[in-house]
């Protein structure tokens, strides 16, 4: 079974759902990318997904955009991000991690040759913003073959005719990407994932995640009373940026703020479903 | 006789939008819906005859069309060859051949029942056509100009305010025009329900390049025909210049099945194709993903896009449309770079020997035709787009020069 499978599995058992902490590679610099990654599991991230930065992020808001660029200045390129994955793998074996990015970079590295050095790095899924199922054959083919999970995502805009499209041959579990909008600007409404979600979950077995416009512990436990996981990226992101130095270093004790903020939006999604019928 | 070749290479794009292993649809989900509705209003709206005729009126009356085919004949004598011919899309009204496609995007932005236009624009040509269009038909519209671009080409900036067009600055990564694109998609995510996204180029997802050349191959049909008349031939070469990409895909379509036909494309050589700045994707760049498609690309070797440079704001631009990629690959059109200094003589050379002040972007065209046209019989025939006219690169042209106005 796969670190994601076995992940949402056990989630299932203990009857609740996961958190899935954002973090941009290599913002502001690679040590800090380390020392957030060492330290999720232990404030409670459930999965983790990492960022892989793009010149040109057409998804995403200013937040994201802004770490993107930090990350680059910071070094960031794919080597380097697998190599951070690899790391974190001699400590930790469990969690689960998600690469989320835009094709070009994996285009240019080759897209065989990061499947692989992806998948041995320890990587376990793949999250492309700009890669539509019509499209993405040529990253599923390797990925498949090299047991890498190609994340699907599920937008309010995908109708139901088009979420069998999308949802055909997805594996891991489904991203719903809960806002029309790019990410860091709006919040979903409970009532809006109370309607979505079980559209999506009638359309496939797999766990659905939601992300975009999750930012506070009740936001996190909203939706985790409706979906399998939420992911934070902009909020976490935003602790980040106010605390940069003139210099772009973070300043010290920062690592701690945001490792706080991912207990409490830990503690957000696993008091969720307290009183609720297991 | 008109019957298309059995290997024709008009009839691209394939049902998925792409060219060979170019174009495409590669945008996030959120839009893929909105893309597929844009595809299926287009399909519809080419086989209504109403539409066409709707688009041919307003191109009449309204742009001005056809444009004229002119001989520029001092300008032939002085370079001693080929006969130099110019389409003069540079009369059309706002001054350049991207009203065309503005037209035909408006039309079917109403017919799909949207609201709201927005569009990117990087020299402000686009815009002002967009926003042009928008004044026309009553529409509220938002363009996307990058910050450098607002500062270097502010007499466009206000034009577009004329209009009555909301124009927003975009500060994000280098901003220049392929910032302003990214913000312009960023807000279309936003708001799918009730905008069209009026592209200004032959880029982005299917079907936007296949058609933007379709409403822009009205330069290549008419100039063709206008030619025939006045000439009773072919031309040699089609020139046109190159940033996305648009009036020379609209020259070059209807040539394409022509084999007699050489037909070249000019991209921008900024400082000069080594130099590191210039605008030249098909020659210096390599294939990657971008803005809805897969195409050549300015790129660094991890993938990241790399800024453009070019004196003229609309070559500025590290892609160029996806059926150029292609075109490039099969070797059916040529493509060459011009730098910014050849640009600026030709700019001159025109205005002087045949009272046309050209933009800088076809300045780069006549620079490329500058180049041929000496070594070419005198009974050979040069076409040459001149999509755009000059007055909003005066002030450029006035501080490459040295002269303080």
Redesign the interface.
């Known amino acids: 079974m796969s670190r994601i499978a076995a992940r949402f599995a056990a989630l299932k058992r203990e009857g609740r759902a996961g958190l899935i902490p954002f973090v941009e590679a290599c913002d502001p610099d690679r040590a800090t990318t380390e020392a957030l990654l060492a330290g999720f599991p232990g404030a409670g991230a459930d999965l983790i997904e990492i960022g892989m930065p793009?010149?040109?992020?057409?998804?995403?808001?200013?937040t994201v955009?802004r770490a993107g660029?930090r990350g680059?200045k910071g070094g960031a390129?794919?080597g380097v991000t697998l190599d951070i994955v690899r790391g974190f793998r001699r400590k930790d074996d469990a969690t689960p991690i998600v690469l989320m990015g835009?094709?070009?970079?994996?285009?240019?590295?080759g897209v065989e040759r990061f499947c692989d050095d992806a998948a041995s790095a320890g990587v376990d899924g793949l999250i492309v913003?700009?890669?539509?199922p019509?499209?993405a054959e040529e990253l599923a083919v390797p990925a498949g073959r090299t047991k890498l999970d190609l994340i699907?995502?599920?937008?309010?805009?995908?109708?139901a005719e088009?979420l069998k499209v999308?949802l055909q041959g997805a594996s891991g579990f489904v991203y719903y990407?809960s806002i029309?909008?790019?990410t860091g600007?709006?919040t979903a409404t409970e009532e809006h994932l109370r309607e979505a979600i079980p559209r999506v979950r009638a359309a496939t077995d797999l766990p659905v995640a939601v992300g975009f416009g999750v930012r506070t512990p009740e936001h996190a436990a909203a939706v985790a009373r409706h979906a399998d996981a939420a992911v934070v990226a902009s909020a976490l992101i935003d602790t980040m940026a106010a605390n940069l130095d003139e210099a772009g270093r973070l300043k010290p004790g920062t690592i701690e703020t945001v490792l706080d903020q991912v207990r409490a939006l830990a503690a957000g999604v696993r008091g969720a479903r307290v009183g609720r019928a297991a | 006789m008109n019957k298309p070749l059995p290997n024709s290479l008009r009839t691209g794009p394939d049902e998925r939008g792409h060219f060979g292993i170019f174009g495409g649809r590669y945008v996030a989900e959120t839009l893929m819906p909105l893309i597929l509705e844009v595809e299926r209003a287009y399909e519809d709206a080419k086989r209504d005859p109403a539409f066409d005729a709707e688009f041919r009126r307003l191109l009449t009356h309204y742009v001005g069309r056809p444009s004229p085919l002119w001989f520029a004949e001092r300008l032939t004598a002085q370079l001693g060859g080929a006969q130099v011919w110019f389409k003069r899309d540079e009369l059309n009204h706002t001054g350049a051949h991207k009203i065309n496609n503005c037209i035909g995007q408006i039309l079917l932005a109403r017919r799909m029942g949207k609201t709201r236009i927005i569009a990117e624009t990087g020299a402000g040509q686009h815009g002002v056509a967009t926003a042009t269009v928008c004044a026309l038909f009553g529409l509220p519209c938002t363009i996307y100009m990058g910050a450098t671009d607002v500062a270097r080409q502010s007499p466009n900036v206000f034009r577009m305010k004329l209009l009555g067009a909301e124009v927003k600055p975009v500060i994000s990564g280098a901003a220049t025009l392929k910032d302003a694109m990214n913000e312009a998609l960023r807000d279309w995510v936003a708001n799918v329900a009730d905008t069209y996204y009026l592209i200004g180029t032959v880029a982005g997802p299917h079907p936007y390049p296949a058609m933007v050349r379709d409403f822009q191959s009205v330069i290549g049909t008419e100039a063709r025909a206008q030619l025939d008349a006045a000439a009773g031939r072919l031309p040699d070469v089609c020139v046109a210049a190159i940033g996305g990409g648009s009036n020379a895909m609209g020259l070059f379509h209807p040539f394409l099945d022509d084999a007699s036909v050489r037909l070249v494309g000019v991209e921008a050589a900024g400082h000069g194709l080594d130099s590191g700045q210039h605008a030249a994707s098909l020659s210096r760049g390599r294939p990657g993903v971008l803005h809805g498609n897969r195409t050549y690309l300015l790129q660094d070797e991890h993938g990241q896009i790399l800024e453009a440079h070019s004196i003229s704001a609309g070559l500025d631009y590290p892609g160029v449309g996806p059926e150029h990629s292609w075109l490039h690959e099969l070797g059916r059109v040529e493509y060459v770079a011009v730098t910014d200094t050849e640009a600026l003589e030709a700019f001159q050379l025109c205005t002087r020997t045949e009272g046309i002040i050209p933009a800088l972007e076809p300045a780069h065209a006549l620079a490329q035709v500058m180049k041929m046209a000496p070594a070419m019989d005198r009974d050979a025939i040069i076409l040459m787009n001149l999509c755009g006219r000059g007055d909003k690169d005066i002030f450029t042209v006035a501080e490459a020069l040295g002269v303080k106005l």
Not at chain 1, 102 to 109: E, K, Q, R, V
Not at chain 1, 129 to 132: G, I, N, Q, S, T
Not at chain 1, 152 to 159: E, F, G, I
């Open positions: 793009f010149t040109d992020p057409m998804a995403d808001g200013p955009q660029q680059l390129t794919l835009y094709y070009n970079p994996i285009l240019s590295y913003v700009d890669l539509p019509e499209e699907r995502l599920v937008a309010p805009t995908t109708h088009r999308v990407v029309t909008g790019i600007t709006r």
